[in-house]
């Protein structure tokens, strides 16, 4: 399943909203340097599905505030 997430890093606390069943927007304290928001994200993505941080990966969006992740 492909899952596309709206990021907004630096927030003063973290939230997860399903805006649809494959659409999510998150808050998240990491900045958005050194890849550190992109594995919070990824992390985040993992709980929310329930499923391990090895079954998803980040399909495009690297340096983008939209990424698009896959979750197996």
């Known amino acids: 399943m492909l899952v596309r997430v709206r990021v907004t890093p630096d927030a003063r606390r973290e939230r997860?909203?399903?805006v649809e069943r494959d659409t999510l927007?998150?808050?998240i304290k990491e900045p958005a340097e050194r890849n550190l928001a992109n594995?919070?994200?990824r992390t985040l993505?993992?709980?929310h599905f329930g499923v391990s941080e090895k079954r998803v990966s980040m399909v495009s969006g690297a340096?983008?505030?939209t990424k698009v992740f896959s979750v197996e």
């Open 25 to 27: 927007s998150m808050q």
């Open 63 to 65: 340096r983008s505030l």
């Open 45 to 47: 993505v993992a709980e």
């Open 16 to 18: 997860v909203l399903e």
């Open 39 to 41: 594995k919070r994200v």
